[in-house]
């Protein structure tokens, strides 16, 4: 799995298994046993998001990443790094996964 964040003249990638990648909780919420509301209202769900957050913003800083870049989160599972990208000034951040988790990751393989 890797994110990919890209405009017309930039392109990076954060490879999963970078040392950047550490997630702090270890919870994983299965996607078939939740509707998406009731794991959006999760605090290990936010837990998560706020991950990605941090890790956003130091690659922000470092300008890697800014508004109105694109970016795509393969592998984005129920949409944590997606809303992070979201909320750190990417609104038009989409994920991809096996799974369909509307309206953050699109099926796809």
């Known amino acids: 799995s890797f994110l990919s964040f890209s405009n017309n003249t930039k392109h990076s990638e954060v490879s999963k298994t970078d040392s950047l990648y ?19 209202a999760s605090k290990a769900w936010r837990q998560e998001v706020e991950f990605y957050s941090a890790i956003f913003q130091k690659l922000s800083e470092q300008g890697f990443l800014r508004p109105g870049f694109k970016a795509l ?22 994920g991809i996964d096996r799974k369909s988790f509307a309206p953050l990751v699109r099926k796809g393989d």
């Open 73 to 94: 989160c393969v592998g984005a599972g129920s949409g944590q790094p997606v809303l992070a990208l979201r909320e750190n000034g990417l609104p038009d951040a989409i």
């Open 22 to 40: 550490k997630p702090r909780s270890s919870v994983r919420v299965g996607i078939e046993s939740h509707t998406p509301k009731k794991i959006w």
